[in-house]
Nanobody, 122 residues
């Protein structure tokens, strides 16, 4: 079992920055990929950034590429999401997720954080 605990989030003005953190505990050594998703009411949860622990090459959705950055701690048990140039449309609940496989699709993510609200005002 793996447990994910998120921190960060909150409110920011348009153009501002926020940083999310997510620490894995339990059998974190079994994880292959970690990611950030977000969800707004009425829509499906969307994958916005992912990273494979073995080679740390990040991938981003086109909605956030160039503005957000995903990274791992040296111990690779914490994943960060640095969010810059925030827009009101970034307002959502953000979820950390972890996968024991490649983590290409949402269905491959086995473990989820509790979610944290990010609100961006114009």
């Amino acid at each position: 079992q793996v447990y994910l605990v998120e921190s960060g989030g909150g409110s920011a003005q348009s153009g501002g920055s926020l940083r999310l953190s997510c620490t894995a505990s339990g059998r974190a050594d079994s994880l292959f990929a970690m990611a950030w998703f977000r969800q707004v009411p009425g829509l499906d949860r969307e994958l916005i950034a992912s990273i494979r622990k073995a080679y740390e090459i990040p991938e981003y959705s086109h909605f956030v590429k160039g503005r957000f950055a995903i990274s791992l701690s040296n111990s690779k048990d914490t994943v960060y999401l640095q969010m810059d140039s925030l827009k009101p449309e970034d307002t959502a609940v953000y979820y950390c997720a972890a996968s024991t496989s490649l983590g290409v699709r949402a269905a491959e993510y086995d473990y989820w954080g509790q979610g944290t609200q990010v609100t961006v005002s114009s």
